[in-house]
């Protein structure tokens, strides 16, 4: 296997140099993208930390954050990388679309399971007067944990955009890239969610 065909795991174009060219353009472009979006989720980190003991006589970390759920949360999403990583080696090996369109069903649905129980926690969180008004604490928290269910909620739109792409182009160039994109972005978030589950979950068992 070439450099070129490890660094594009889902892709198979090793025999056309111009078009490896113009994908790792187009990969690249994407990785920019990203490190922008990982200085935006930093920024947010940073304010929250800040934030932290700001509760002004509102609930705080303890009183509110569930570990049990919180886990079930990141499970989901560390599986739903290990499917869209199988969704990726099924196209590099190009085997049936169903195999591929049936990995990406798996990972939508965990994504959205994802989502589901993030919606239930903050309804929670609702019922128990934390809402974003009541203190700097609950606004970070807030601000960070919604920012990111806001960009898995992007990732599950996406994943569909591309399941009727697969059914209408079938498996070609651009869908191929287009699936390397959602890779890196839904891997991200994964990236991501662990930082907040290690930083705001974990962290507010003590606070």
């Not at 025999?15 to 990969?27: N, Q, R, Y």
């Not at 869209?84 to 369109?101: D, E, T, W, Y």
């Not at 399971?113 to 606004?139: K, Y």
Request: glycine share 8%; aromatic share 12%.
């Amino acid at each position: 296997m070439s450099e070129a065909e490890r660094r594009h795991a889902g892709l198979n174009l090793a025999h056309d140099p111009g078009e490896l060219a113009e994908v790792e353009s187009d990969v690249f472009g994407f990785w920019i993208f990203l490190m922008s979006d990982a200085v935006l989720f930093a920024l947010l980190f940073a304010i929250y930390g800040t934030m932290l003991h700001a509760t002004a006589g509102a609930p705080g970390p303890s009183q509110e954050f569930k570990i049990g759920p919180a886990f079930i949360e990141t499970m989901l999403l560390l599986t739903s990388s290990f499917t869209f990583g199988m969704a990726s080696i099924a196209l590099k090996q190009n085997a049936r679309p169903r195999a591929v369109v049936l990995w990406l069903l798996v990972t939508l649905l965990l994504g959205l399971c994802f989502l589901a129980m993030e919606a239930h926690d903050f309804a929670t969180m609702a019922g128990d007067h934390a809402t974003p008004d009541r203190s700097g604490f609950l606004s970070a928290f807030f601000v960070l944990v919604g920012m990111h269910g806001m960009h898995v909620t992007i990732g599950a739109i996406w994943t569909i955009v591309m399941l009727v792409q697969l059914a209408v182009f079938g498996r070609d160039r651009r869908v191929k890239v287009n699936l390397i994109r959602l890779s890196l972005f839904w891997h991200f978030l994964d990236i991501v969610w662990i930082a907040i589950f290690s930083v705001v979950y974990l962290q507010g068992l003590i606070h």
